[in-house]
């Protein structure tokens, strides 16, 4: 409410610069759709900081990104980000390893002038090292650094009924005043489904978790978990953690049969390096306490998932990781969750809780959304909603047939492209027989010299010049040989 508040301030006053820091946090859909058709319509100038990747999918058309101390900057919503930041760093590790295999080849070509020991090899291979020097060496690109490491394992399998809720009603007192949050609901979940729970703010989600857990009674009806079923509970506001514990102390007071030395290793999959395992939990930040509620609950070994918002507070790079791991769980998942991102990727069906009960939405969330609409989403606390949809300000027309001259030019491209690799094809047979040539000439002169050391030959005028001829003619062609083999490397 206090959200929704700032924001219903802050849009009044229709400021041509709008500057929205994490704007989505503790919003329901229906008020994240209102925010986003407001945004794309408003004429102002908006900088927004979000891990709301749907939220940036739908308002954004250019996003800055910091990373490893640099400043990125990428046109488009953040689908195509996704798709140009994959192409950069592709581009980055292809540009790495041509400059560092150029290096390579290089040190190989000076490695070879300078055992030859001719002078005028020599000079060459001085030169080479003057340019390798003044080289700018470009630095292996990061890609992977600072991510979570989580693998969701459970202990045991549970039976295919993991849970049943039966006619489940609950309500709370406000001003003496008994309000209903929900009446008469029924559904249940079998072993290996990944099930969302969406709805409106108020409407009772975080409560259901609770009553599923046994943390708080209902009103009426029942909760049954099914044969083996053990279930572990996220939750949104890690009121589990204990406030005056380190990070250590907290995780060891759970999991006493691990070793400090093993809980620090585990510390360290979570970014929680070096001195940060010795962090008060009443010190760490919003990110810091949900990675370490997702570490316990990675630890339980639970069958049963049970999570309210997990996803708040945990940045893009972290919340893919851990999407992923539930992608790879082999048990039974319930969420609650606001992320829209997270209801396209994850559920194998969806559960609206409303005023009305509970309803069932087979897939994710742009099924649901279709779903809605066609039944008549008028009446839903969601409004006019739509797809995800890929916005590259080059306005591209993706769904143009390409037209003749375009086929042509493909033509022409593979043609060449045919063309080049035969080319390098003749130069790398060149440089194999080339490299035969030279090592045969290497092992004669070698061998002529050891012969001339013998008394029968240096003792002997006219056999003696023979041989230096024969050395001669052969450090000529060495030569020669050797130039063509510099020349064939620089071809390819």
């Not at 102002?44 to 900081?49: A, E, H, M, R, Y």
């Not at 572990?232 to 999991?255: F, I, N």
């Not at 027989?433 to 290497?442: D, G, Q, R, V």
Request: glycine share 6%.
């Amino acid at each position: 409410e206090r959200t929704r508040l700032a924001l219903a301030s802050l849009l009044l006053k229709k400021p041509g610069l709008l500057l929205l820091d994490e704007p989505t946090n503790h919003l329901d859909i229906g008020t994240l759709k209102w925010l986003e058709q407001y945004l794309k319509s408003y004429s102002g100038t908006l900088v927004i900081v979000s891990h709301d990747r749907y939220f940036l999918d739908q308002t954004v058309t250019r996003i800055f990104e910091i990373e490893h101390t640099n400043l990125y900057i990428y046109e488009g919503n953040y689908t195509v980000y996704l798709e140009k930041k994959k192409q950069r760093e592709e581009d980055l590790l292809r540009s790495y390893d041509k400059q560092r295999q150029e290096i390579l080849r290089q040190e190989e070509i000076i490695r070879r002038f300078k055992q030859h020991g001719t002078e005028k090899l020599a000079k060459r291979a001085r030169s080479r090292e003057k340019r390798l020097d003044h080289i700018e060496r470009l630095e292996r690109p990061v890609t992977l650094k600072g991510r979570m490491k989580i693998q969701f394992k459970e202990r045991f399998v549970s039976g295919t009924d993991v849970l049943f809720v039966q006619d489940l009603s609950m309500s709370f007192t406000d001003d003496k005043e008994v309000r209903s949050l929900f009446t008469h609901l029924d559904f249940d979940i079998k072993r290996g489904e990944r099930v969302c729970i969406v709805g409106p703010n108020g409407i009772g989600k975080t409560t259901l978790l609770k009553i599923i857990m046994g943390r708080i009674a209902p009103d009426s009806g029942a909760v049954r978990l099914g044969h083996n079923v053990s279930p572990g509970y996220y939750d949104q506001e890690q009121a589990m953690l204990r406030t005056e514990l380190t990070v250590l102390e907290e995780l060891h007071e759970s999991y006493r049969l691990y070793s400090e030395t093993e809980l620090r290793s585990i510390l360290g999959r979570f970014l929680f390096r070096n001195d940060d395992v010795f962090k008060k939990v009443s010190a760490l930040s919003g990110g810091e306490r949900a990675r370490l509620s997702l570490l316990k609950l990675m630890l339980s070994g639970a069958n049963l998932l049970i999570m309210d918002e997990p996803t708040n507070h945990l940045d893009i790079a972290a919340k893919e990781v851990f999407e992923d791991a539930l992608l790879d769980f082999p048990g039974t998942v319930l969420i609650v969750s606001h992320d829209r991102y997270l209801l396209n990727k994850i559920p194998t069906r969806i559960l609206e809780l409303s005023a009305d009960g509970i309803e069932n939405y087979l897939g994710g969330y742009d099924y649901y959304l279709e779903k809605k609409q066609s039944i008549g989403s008028g009446k839903s606390y969601l409004g006019e909603l739509g797809r995800i949809t890929s916005v590259d300000i080059s306005d591209r027309k993706k769904d143009e047939q390409p037209d003749l001259s375009t086929k042509e030019a493909r033509m022409e491209a593979r043609r060449k492209s045919k063309e080049e690799e035969a080319k390098r094809r003749r130069l790398e047979r060149d440089l194999a027989e080339t490299e035969a040539t030279i090592a045969t000439l290497e092992d004669d002169i070698h061998n002529w010299k050891l012969e001339m050391c013998k008394e029968e030959i240096y003792s002997d005028h006219l056999l003696s010049a023979s041989y230096l001829q024969k050395i001669e003619e052969a450090e000529s062609a060495l030569n020669a040989a050797y130039e063509h083999w510099e020349e064939l490397h620089e071809r390819i």
